[in-house]
């Protein structure tokens, strides 16, 4: 009776995974997330390229170390969300609502921010080469270390303290093409 209660609890020390981890480092490509609730899931190091999720509720969701090159995430809640790491090239964040999200060292090549709002959102160390945040609201947003070639800010909205974690050259062309709020 003894190993036969040592057996189950070994086996519950080494599978710990929770409900929530179901979709974690998994390849969700072919995956149809219409009727998933993914608020608060963990999807991190999966691959989620050119999957949709637009228009969805995905709030307090685990997105880090993911690839979601030429995903959809076009009018998709995203507060509090972790995409620390990713890879989102080409990614259609369009009139999302990104508030405090965690976008540390994600690659956002050629992306497309337009009217995203960024309020709060960590952008520290992301690539945003050839980005566009025309409309965006980029109040509170930290740019700390970003790399920022070729980026569109037409209509943009910014307070200071988003300034004071631009370089120079990012600030002269937001100041010109942009909103103080």
């Known amino acids: 009776m ?5 057996i189950r609890y070994w086996r ?3 599978n710990p995974m929770k409900p929530t981890d179901v ?4 390849n969700l490509t072919k995956v ?16 989620l390229s050119g999957v949709s999720l637009k228009k969805r509720d995905i709030h307090h ?8 090159s030429a995903a959809d995430l076009s009018d998709t809640i995203l507060f ?13 964040l369009s009139n999302a609502k990104l508030w405090d999200a965690e976008l540390y060292g994600a690659i956002l090549h050629d992306s497309n921010l337009m009217s995203a709002d960024l309020f709060y959102s960590d952008l520290r160390t992301a690539d945003l080469t050839n980005a566009n945040l025309s ?14 070639d070729s980026i569109i800010f037409d209509g943009a909205n910014y307070d200071l303290y988003t300034l004071n974690t631009m370089s120079e050259d990012v600030k002269t062309v ?8």
Not at 137 to 142: D, G, I
């Open 80 to 92: 509090y969300v972790k995409m620390r790491g990713s890879d989102m090239r080409q990614v259609n």
């Open 12 to 14: 519950k020390l080494s």
């Open 23 to 26: 979709f974690r480092k998994r």
């Open 174 to 181: 937001l100041k010109k093409v942009g909103n103080l709020w």
């Open 32 to 47: 149809n997330f219409e009727y998933e609730d993914l608020i608060g899931r963990d999807l991190s190091d999966s691959n």
């Open 135 to 148: 409309g965006a609201n980029l109040r509170h947003t930290n740019f700390d270390g970003a790399i920022m």
């Open 61 to 68: 969701a685990d997105l880090s170390c993911c690839d979601l």
């Open 2 to 6: 003894l190993l036969i209660v040592q």
